[in-house]
C-alpha cells in the first residue's frame, strides 16, 4: 500500500474509504462542499477539521470546531470559551497522525492507515564548492562533470555539466535555501513534492535527469536547451518575434502544457524564460521548464524571499485570481499565462497596463488587460481574438484548457 | 538646501536595528542626520546577502540623491519637497533595478523605504513597501503610512475584510516597492509639526510583531528614544522576532529648547 487510507468506522458513514495516493487534502464537516459532510451531526461544524495527506505522511488540524477533534480520545482543538473559530483554527496546532490512530468528531470514528515510508535511494551527496577560478566555485556533484555557470536566477544558479560515463549534457540547476529555515522534515516534503514534477516526460517539457540534495543546497540536473529560452530569443530579435515563430513556440507549449495538466500538474510561473528552446529553424522546439520547483520551494516554507516580504516575481504573466489567492491557481490560470507570454512575444509588452495605476497589483485585480489590437503591432483579426480570449480577466471566458487554445491557435495561424 | 528646520528644530534621535530571533544575517538599514532633519529606514528583500545589498544602496544613495536635488532649490515649499522625494525614490527605484539586470547575483534584489523630512514648520513622509512612519502626537499613536502589500490593496478593494486580511498570505507579498519592475510611485504626505512631537520610523519587524496599541504604551513608556528603542526591540523579540527590527526614535522640540 503506498496511499495514505481513511476508513470511516463508525457513524452515518461507515465502511466508507477515502485514499490519498499523492499529496491531497481533505476536509470533514457539516457542510456540503466537504469532501466527507455528515449534515445531520449536531456536534459536527460546518467546517470541522482538515486533513492532509503527503503519503507516506499525514496531518491532522482542527478548524476551530465548536466541539474539536480528539486523535486517540486526546482533544485537538476546538474552540474555548468566548472564542470564535478563525480564532481557535489560529492557534490549534497540527497532529502528526501515526498509523492506527483513531480521529473521532462528533458521531464520527476514523481510522488512518499509513503507508511503510520508502527508504528510497541512498543519500546522494554534493562535496563543498571547490573554487576553480578566481572569485568562481564551480560545486562537485557525484556522476557530473560540472564545466561553467551559465544563468543565476532568483531561485538558485545554473551550470553547463556533463553526465560522467556517457557524456550527457545538462543543465544543473542548484539551489540554496535560506539556511535558517531548513530541517529534514523541509527538505523530504520539498523532495516528494518534487518527485511529481520530475516524473513529467513529454517533449516539450524539459526532462529531469537526477536531484539531490547535500550540505544545504538541492541539485536538479535537467535537459539541456542550447538554443536558451524565448525570453532570450525575444532579444536577440529587437525585442518582438514573428507570428508564424511565436504562434509556433506557443503551440508547442500548450502541447506540453495540456500534458502536465492531465497529471494534474499546473505550472504556477509560466514566462518566456521558463520557455526553452531546443534546435534552430524548421527543427526548433519549444520546451517548458522549472515545472513545481518555485511553487514548491515556496510551500514548503524554504524560500526566504517570501518569509521576508517579496515582491514576489512579475506580475506580466499572472492571472488575477493567482494573485488573489495562489491557492485557487488552476489549469485554467496556466492558460491564461502562456497567452500572456504569446501576447509578450509578439509585443514585447505585458498584457496588462501598469502605467495607468500607482500599484501595478491594481492593474491585475482592476482587470487592466489591455486588448493586443492597441498595442500598434498588425495582427490577423481572428488571431488577435484567440490571444485576447486566452487573456480573458474573467477566467469563465476563458479557454478552459491548454488543448482547447492550442487548437483555436493553431486554427488562425497563418 | 540648507534645510530651515534646523535652526527651527533640535532633535533627539536614537536608532537600534536588531537581527531578531529567526533570522541569520541583518537586511534591514537606517539612516539619520538630525542636523538637516533627514531620517530613514529601509528593509531588505531577494534572498541570500541581495537583501543587504538593496537596503544598504538605499539608505547610502537616497538621502545623497535627495539632498543634492533640494540644494539646487533653496526656496522648496512643501509641495516641491513632496515632488522631489517623490523623484528621487523613483530614481533611486530604477537604478537599483538596473543594477538588479545588470548583476546575475542580485537578481530580484529590493527594499522598502520610509522616510522623513522635515521642513520648515512641515515634515514631508514618503514610503514604499511595509516599512511604517508613527506619529506620536499629545500622547496619541497616529499611523502615517499604508502598507504597500497584497493584503492591504484587497481589503482597499473590499475584496476581503480586514479579519481576512490580518492573517491573509498576500501580507508578506509587497505591491510597491524600491527596485520594483514598473515606475516606483512613492505614497508623500506632509504634515504640520509645531511645538515638541516624536516619530518612530520602523521595518516590519516591529509593526509584525506588536500591536499599534503596545507600540504606543512603549513610546509613552520610554520618555528617552534611545530607552524606546530598546524597549521596542526587546518587546518585537519577545513576540517571536520573526524578522530583522529596526526602529528609529526622533524627538523634536522648537530651537532653543530641549528635546522632549
Not at chain 1, 563543498?128 to 556522476?143: C, H, K, T
Not at chain 2, 519592475?181 to 516591529?206: H, I, N, P, Y
Request: aromatic share 6%.
Amino acid at each position: 500500500m503506498s496511499a495514505v487510507r481513511l476508513e470511516v468506522t463508525r457513524g452515518p458513514q461507515a465502511g466508507k474509504v477515502f485514499e490519498f495516493p499523492a499529496h491531497d487534502t481533505f476536509i470533514f464537516g457539516r457542510s456540503g462542499e466537504c469532501h466527507c459532510a455528515i449534515p445531520d451531526d449536531p456536534y459536527i461544524s460546518a467546517n470541522h477539521f482538515l486533513l492532509e495527506a503527503n503519503p507516506p505522511d499525514c496531518e491532522l488540524r482542527d478548524l476551530g470546531s465548536k466541539n474539536g477533534t480528539r486523535v486517540n480520545g486526546e482533544l485537538c482543538g476546538g474552540r474555548t470559551k468566548g472564542e470564535d473559530h478563525r480564532q481557535a483554527a489560529k492557534r490549534a496546532r497540527p497532529v502528526r497522525l501515526k498509523d492506527g490512530d483513531l480521529i473521532t468528531a462528533g458521531q464520527t470514528e476514523f481510522k488512518v492507515s499509513l503507508p511503510r515510508p520508502d527508504p528510497g535511494p541512498a543519500t546522494k551527496t554534493l562535496a563543498r564548492p571547490a573554487a576553480s577560478a578566481p572569485g568562481e566555485a564551480l560545486p562537485q556533484v557525484p556522476g557530473w562533470r560540472v564545466e561553467k555557470e551559465v544563468a543565476k536566477g532568483g531561485m538558485g544558479t545554473v551550470y553547463l555539466a556533463f553526465r560522467e560515463g556517457d557524456g550527457e549534457r545538462t543543465a544543473l540547476k542548484v539551489v540554496r535555501p535560506e539556511a535558517a529555515r531548513m530541517n529534514k522534515h523541509l527538505i523530504d516534503l520539498f523532495l516528494r513534492e518534487m518527485k511529481v514534477s520530475l516524473g513529467l516526460r513529454h517533449p516539450n517539457i524539459v526532462r529531469f535527469l537526477d536531484e539531490g540534495f547535500s550540505d544545504g543546497v538541492f541539485y536538479f540536473a535537467m535537459e539541456f536547451c542550447e538554443s536558451g529560452s524565448a525570453a532570450e530569443l525575444m532579444e536577440k530579435n529587437g525585442g518582438r518575434l514573428e507570428l508564424s515563430l511565436a504562434g509556433r513556440i506557443a503551440a508547442q507549449a500548450l502541447e506540453g502544457l495540456g500534458y502536465a495538466h492531465s497529471r494534474s500538474i499546473v505550472h504556477r510561473d509560466l514566462k518566456p524564460h521558463n520557455i526553452l528552446l531546443h534546435g534552430e529553424g524548421p527543427a526548433l522546439q519549444a520546451k517548458l521548464a522549472d515545472f513545481g520547483i518555485a511553487k514548491d520551494f515556496s510551500l514548503a516554507g524554504m524560500s526566504g524571499m517570501t518569509a521576508s516580504g517579496s515582491g514576489g516575481g512579475t506580475l506580466y504573466f499572472m492571472p488575477k485570481e493567482q494573485l488573489r489567492d495562489f491557492r485557487k491557481t488552476r489549469p485554467v490560470s496556466d492558460v491564461f499565462s502562456l497567452g500572456a507570454c504569446l501576447y509578450n512575444m509578439l509585443t514585447n509588452e505585458p498584457v496588462y497596463d501598469f502605467e495607468s495605476v500607482a500599484d501595478p497589483c491594481l492593474a491585475v485585480l482592476q482587470d487592466k488587460v489591455v486588448p493586443i489590437g492597441r498595442r500598434g503591432v498588425r495582427l490577423p483579426e481572428p488571431v488577435a481574438a484567440v490571444i485576447d480570449k486566452s487573456v480573458a480577466p474573467d477566467m469563465s471566458r476563458r479557454f478552459q484548457t491548454a488543448a482547447e487554445f492550442r487548437q483555436a491557435l493553431q486554427s488562425v495561424l497563418p | 538646501m540648507r534645510l530651515s528646520l534646523s535652526k527651527k528644530r533640535r532633535f533627539s534621535c536614537a536608532c537600534l536595528s536588531d537581527l531578531g530571533r529567526k533570522r541569520s544575517g541583518n537586511e534591514d538599514a537606517w539612516h539619520a542626520d538630525p542636523e538637516r532633519g533627514l531620517f530613514l529606514v529601509a528593509d531588505g528583500m531577494g534572498g541570500q546577502s541581495c537583501g543587504e545589498v538593496a537596503s544598504r544602496a538605499v539608505a547610502e544613495e537616497l538621502p545623497k540623491a535627495l539632498l543634492e536635488a533640494l540644494a539646487a532649490r533653496p526656496e522648496a515649499d512643501g509641495p516641491a519637497v513632496e515632488q522631489a522625494l517623490r523623484a528621487a525614490i523613483a530614481a533611486c527605484s530604477a537604478s537599483l533595478r538596473e543594477r538588479s539586470r545588470q548583476d546575475p547575483r542580485l537578481r530580484g534584489m529590493g527594499s522598502t523605504v520610509v522616510l522623513a523630512l522635515f521642513h520648515g514648520p512641515c515634515a514631508t513622509i514618503a514610503h514604499l513597501g511595509d516599512s511604517r512612519a508613527y506619529l506620536m502626537d499629545k500622547g496619541r499613536l497616529q499611523r502615517l503610512t499604508r502598507d504597500h502589500n497584497l493584503a492591504s490593496l484587497l481589503l482597499d478593494l473590499k475584496k476581503i475584510t480586514p479579519e481576512e486580511a490580518a492573517d491573509h498570505p498576500g501580507r508578506h507579498r509587497l505591491t510597491r516597492h524600491v527596485g520594483m519592475e514598473t515606475t516606483a510611485v512613492a505614497d508623500v504626505r506632509t504634515l504640520r509639526c509645531k511645538g515638541a512631537g516624536r516619530l518612530l520610523l520602523c521595518s516590519d519587524g516591529l509593526s509584525g510583531m506588536l500591536p499599534d496599541q503596545r507600540i504606543a504604551e512603549l513610546l509613552r513608556e520610554n520618555p528617552d528614544p534611545e530607552s524606546a528603542c530598546r524597549g521596542l526591540v526587546a518587546a518585537a523579540n519577545k513576540a517571536g522576532g520573526e524578522d530583522n527590527i529596526t526602529v528609529l526614535v526622533a524627538d523634536w522640540s522648537p530651537a532653543g529648547k530641549a528635546a522632549a
